[in-house]
């Protein structure tokens, strides 16, 4: 007998983003952004218990972003990021997270092929039910994070984009010391658009698992969304390639380590392939 209805699991999903940019008539400018998204969870998430009705997973981010800028040669920039990550069901509700980030960064162009960056940022996060033995209820887990960063942007041509982050990290966990982090994390990205049709995008990163979950959003085969590993190391691979002027197929590979500490412990590997049209 086959089972094709399974109308527990039914749900609405929806997507909102909004967004302003802005610039006057000196050297000021900026962007004020705001999204809120609803999927259904991935059944096979290894990162949550097994679920056999409605899961909805929720996302909220603002972003507010201010520049100043001299001449295009140096360039000031401020920014408050403020995310949120939510289920529905009290059996993933562990995985929930909330983080708000203030920055403040410095850049200089010597050309229009090449941005080099300092600048610092400060994050404030909280798990808000990681401790739970009773599904719906729990105890928070409470971070806090400082980095210093060193970037550069590189254009060597119209068809190629290099851009690569470097940071010196620590994180303070209040509830689980043994999560702590003191080290390098970062990022590189290379975009390669050989073609007008055709868009190659490949990433490598490393950082704290409430970093990579809101990094992947938007990226097609980047894995599951909720990440409370300690540290998460992976490559991201996609291309995009316009079959017409409005229809796209997509290909995204990713590979995900996520190593645990303290009150979890034990590690994990994650691969996605994701085939799409837009």
């Excluded at 809101?214 to 316009?242: K, M």
Aim: glycine letters at 12%; hydrophobic letters at 35%; a negative charge.
């Amino acid at each position: 007998m086959c089972i094709r209805d399974r109308t527990q699991l039914s749900g609405e999903g929806y997507g909102l983003n909004i967004g302003v940019d802005w610039a006057t008539v000196g050297r000021l400018s900026g962007t004020v952004r705001a999204s809120a998204n609803q999927n259904q969870a991935r059944f096979t998430d290894p990162s949550l218990p097994t679920i056999t009705t409605r899961n909805d997973e929720r996302t909220q981010q603002f972003l507010a972003l201010g520049r100043w800028g001299l001449a295009q040669l140096f360039e000031i920039e401020g920014s408050f990021t403020a995310d949120r990550l939510q289920y529905s069901n009290v059996l993933a509700q562990t995985q929930n997270l909330e983080q708000q980030i203030g920055g403040l960064a410095v850049r200089y162009s010597p050309s229009a092929l090449l941005t080099l960056g300092v600048g610092a940022r400060g994050t404030t996060g909280r798990y808000p039910q990681f401790y739970s033995s009773i599904p719906g209820t729990g105890s928070p887990l409470d971070f806090d994070r400082r980095d210093a960063d060193v970037s550069v942007i590189w254009n060597p041509s119209g068809a190629t984009r290099l851009e690569a982050r470097l940071s010196s990290t620590q994180v303070d966990y209040d509830q689980d010391p043994a999560r702590d982090i003191s080290g390098a994390t970062g990022s590189l990205t290379w975009d390669f658009a050989p073609t007008g049709r055709t868009n190659f995008t490949t990433t490598l990163f490393r950082d704290t698992g409430a970093a990579a979950t809101f990094q992947q959003l938007g990226t097609a085969g980047g894995g599951s969304l909720a990440d409370s590993s300690q540290l998460s190391t992976g490559l991201r691979f996609g291309v995009n390639y316009a079959l017409t002027a409005k229809i796209a197929a997509t290909v995204n590979l990713g590979y995900q380590n996520r190593d645990y500490a303290g009150s979890l412990g034990g590690s994990e590997d994650i691969t996605n392939l994701g085939l799409g049209l837009n």
